[in-house]
């Protein structure tokens, strides 16, 4: 599905390269112009986003890239810099996104190619879209929100006007937990440890290293013996950086220790400033050993609770979430709305003061208990003080764009041909 998207993104920036020969001009900013293939474009990529279909009026979307070519334009008359280091940092990582989806660089530049696009079109695509993006956002910064200000008085007056409605805190519950990360044990480590050691004998009793990396690498680049393709510095690890980047044509690295499992490297190509590399992978990851030891210990655990055992007591020693284990595993106050949606059935199931049974999700075992109810009640002005200024500074930023925008408006020539 993702590979997908991507594919209709591409496809739609593809098709908007050539649309001047056929497109028509829906409006014009200063000395730039939109196209009609844009507003399609923009429209595509909404709908492929999951936007509903009544926001998707094409007028009011032509009419939001309007005042964004405008706020862009403004940006640059007031001087506004971007870090173009950085912005071409992200954009490349964004490529990088798109090539993941791919199950080969052969097959990436392959729909590329159909498409009459080259991967450094559509880097220079995400560098434009990060740009703008950038000078919006310090635009707004320094001229619109930096002059937003929200005073006490203004709070207590909202919050005495819609207390009885804003301020109610239903009947909520402390919530404590003990979490529990299902870690690759010792004896996985050495063993892959181990698997990469036999590997590089393998290598130094002259192994070819594309048909070992095809063989044994755990690393989805197996498929290509191995071949990473070239890469710049920041875009790998910086273990598997540093080896790569320090070894000449030809080499082949000792074990390199990643966060991602032991690596051996072989730098296949030097390219300016980039490097080709292959490498042989063997993964550290927790196996079905590992999730069972964690299960136990989290069963002893509630079992403990159950018998009498302070859960409290029990977070600060095994919790493995420092901020809430320091507390005794106290995350918060939450009535039944609140609480973290894919917990909230077994958190509420379970009655006040007794454990949750054993959860699991994405490699981490939780326990909850729900320790003290507190009955509904208005909360404070001192409880609800900063949700309050985020909503009224919100509301006026938004009154004040809108003023902004209207006067520069004035100020531009903007024509809307739709």
């Known amino acids: 599905m993702k590979r997908a998207i991507w594919i209709v993104l591409i496809i739609s920036i593809a098709l908007s390269v050539h649309a001047e020969l056929v497109d028509k001009i829906v409006a014009r900013v200063g000395n730039e112009i939109i196209l009609y293939s844009e507003l399609e474009r923009q429209i595509n990529q909404m709908r492929t986003a999951g936007i509903q279909a009544e926001l998707l009026e094409p007028s009011q979307i032509l009419n939001h890239m309007v005042e964004q070519k405008l706020m862009v334009q403004k940006a640059k008359d007031m001087d506004i810099k971007v870090d173009e280091a950085a912005i071409n940092k992200y954009a490349e990582n964004y490529v990088q996104q798109v090539k993941s989806q791919y199950p080969s660089e052969a097959a990436f530049q392959a729909d590329l190619a159909k498409m009459r696009f080259t991967q ?7 560098a434009a879209q990060i740009t703008e993006n950038a000078l919006m956002e310090q ?4 001229h619109i929100a930096k002059k937003v200000m929200v005073s006490d008085a203004e709070m207590m007056e909202y919050y005495e006007a819609t207390k009885d409605t804003m301020a109610v805190k239903p009947v909520s ?3 404590r937990m003990i979490m529990r990360e299902v870690k690759a044990s010792q004896e996985t480590e050495r063993l892959a440890e181990s698997q990469i050691q036999e590997i590089l004998s393998s290598l130094a009793n002259g192994a070819d290293f594309a048909e070992l990396a095809s063989g044994s690498s755990d690393c989805p680049s197996s498929q290509q013996g191995g071949d990473l393709g ?6 790998m690890v910086k273990p598997f950086e540093d080896a790569a980047f320090s070894m000449q044509v030809g080499e082949i690295s000792g074990i390199v220790k990643t966060q991602f499992g032991y690596h051996i490297i072989k730098v296949t190509d030097i390219r300016g400033d980039e490097v080709r590399a292959s490498h042989i992978l063997k993964i550290v990851e927790a196996g079905e050993v590992d999730e069972e030891r964690e299960m136990t ?3 002893n655990l509630r079992e403990r609770i159950l018998n009498g055992d302070d859960f409290s007591v029990l977070a600060q020693e095994y919790s493995q979430d420092p901020a809430s284990a320091a507390d005794g595993g106290l995350i918060g106050e939450f009535s039944e709305e609140e609480f973290p949606e894919l917990f909230a059935m077994p958190i509420m199931s379970s009655p006040v003061g007794s454990p949750t049974q054993v959860l699991k999700n994405e490699g981490l ?3 909850f208990i729900r320790d003290r109810e507190i009955p509904a009640r208005t909360m404070t002005f001192d409880e609800i003080k900063d949700q309050l200024k ?8 938004m009154e004040a764009y809108d003023n902004w925008i209207e006067d520069a408006k004035k100020d531009a020539f903007i024509q809307i041909s739709l």
């Open 139 to 142: 635009l707004n910064a320094q």
């Open 173 to 175: 519950w402390d919530l």
């Open 365 to 367: 075992i939780y326990l």
């Open 230 to 235: 070239y890469f710049k510095r920041g875009m």
């Open 297 to 299: 210990l989290m069963n």
């Open 120 to 126: 450094r079109d559509l880097q220079n695509f995400f």
């Open 390 to 397: 985020a909503y009224i500074s919100q509301i006026k930023q």
